[in-house]
């Protein structure tokens, strides 16, 4: 681990293992007995991997060590009530041409304790690429850089939303939500083929935290309500909209909300700790193309000289009204927001997963006919330690498809859909949905590629004595088989479980 605000290179601890095969003598009677044991667990191979088909696909590949690191972002000082909304430029990251895994992220103090979301609340994190060019001052830690747009090129991801333009990011869920990316799959970096000339490849993180250590109202705090915060304009002294209630524009970069009287409480250093999971590129991992969607899109179809476009208004962030007082107890009383997006491109999904904020009730990506994509539900805490705050999202369920089941087409049509409790007024909340793709699918590895796998790596003499132990099973069965059919004529009735 590595604070990223010194000078001092990360040490990243590397873990790889290798299988070897074993080889044994068939001129001794010791030498059958082992064949005979290499039968067995030959055979037991065989039964496994025959169960395992009707269930899972595996794949033929090769195996890769899984490099992980772990980071510190540069401190950010929060006390109660404060605010925190910092870009970080030229973060640690992993360098060369690699696979990104999983990008794992959490609240931490100075001796690394994990922060609860009920004293800091992580209302999100983002992680974005870049290209700068060498001799610029982009690479500089600075939480409120202004960027030259001349060193400077975004490297977004394949989403339709220009605002909305991260490789990862997660909220409070962040502990409880899986982000690995499974095999043969990742996402390409540091291809030196796509960085342009004089330019070198970036990271930037946004932390946006919020202390709620003694604040009059927790949620509201956290829902970025205008009236706690006591702000009528915006970051850049825009005046805010008389309906604006609440959101990203009320709690930017040292805002204050309101505390209880008389609370007095430390300011303290916190840091998000950042884990990140690689392998390094070759011509058997299959890149992934990012999307993310988001409930608030509208689309305009536009026509020009070069044809047809469609451009795309992401507000990212809306308000939830409460249900009428006859309804407040209604289990029922929900609020549903729903978009249709057209897809830029199109791939196999491999992975899905849904962002929310507390009141969330889960979100779905729906194909226009109704058929479900992938639903994301979340899961709430009900306790005070960290990853399971009471009343907080501390997780997201995530999409897993088989390979090559779930199709997308360039063109298509797909709904996104975000619900939420609406028993409470909730201001500034999201719904995101966040998806991978993939041009395509490896070849499955079948039941006798498996058996011819093993067959190249084991001695000729152990699967003789494979044979032999399968004919002895066989011959079992059928006996007990014989058995119970006669039980059966007796009158016996075996008791089904």
Known sequence: MKKADTSTASKIQLASWTVGGCSFSSSSHLGNMRNLYQGWRILVAILLLGLSLPHSQAYLKNEKNIKSAVFLSPKFVLGPGSVENKYYFGIDFPRGHIALKSFDAEVVDEAGNPIPLHETYLHHWVIMRYYARKDSEVSAYDG???????????????????????????????????THIPDPYGIEIGNPDEIPAGYEEGWMLNVHAIDTRGVEDRLGCTECRCD????????????????????LRCCYDHTQCRVKDGFEGVRRSLYLKYTVRWVDWDTSVVPVKILILDVTDTEKRLSNLTGLSIEHHCLVEYEVEPCQATRMADDACSHTTRTSVTMPTGGYMIYGVAHQHSGGTGSTLYREDGEVICTSIPAYGNGTEAGNEAGYIVGMSTCYPQPGSIKITAGETLIVESNYSSSLHHTGVMGLFYFLLVDRVPEPYSFFDALTNNYKHMNHSAYAGAAIVLLGVVAAVAAVRYHRRNKNVDGYQPIVV
């Open 144 to 178: 409120n850089r202004v960027v030259r747009e001349s060193d400077f090129i975004t490297v977004r991801n394949d989403g339709v939303c220009h605002n909305v333009g991260q490789y990862f990011g997660l909220g409070s869920e962040t502990r409880g939500t899986e």
């Open 228 to 247: 706690l915060y006591n702000v009528t304009v915006d970051e850049y002294g825009n005046p805010l909209r008389p309906d604006y209630k609440g959101g």
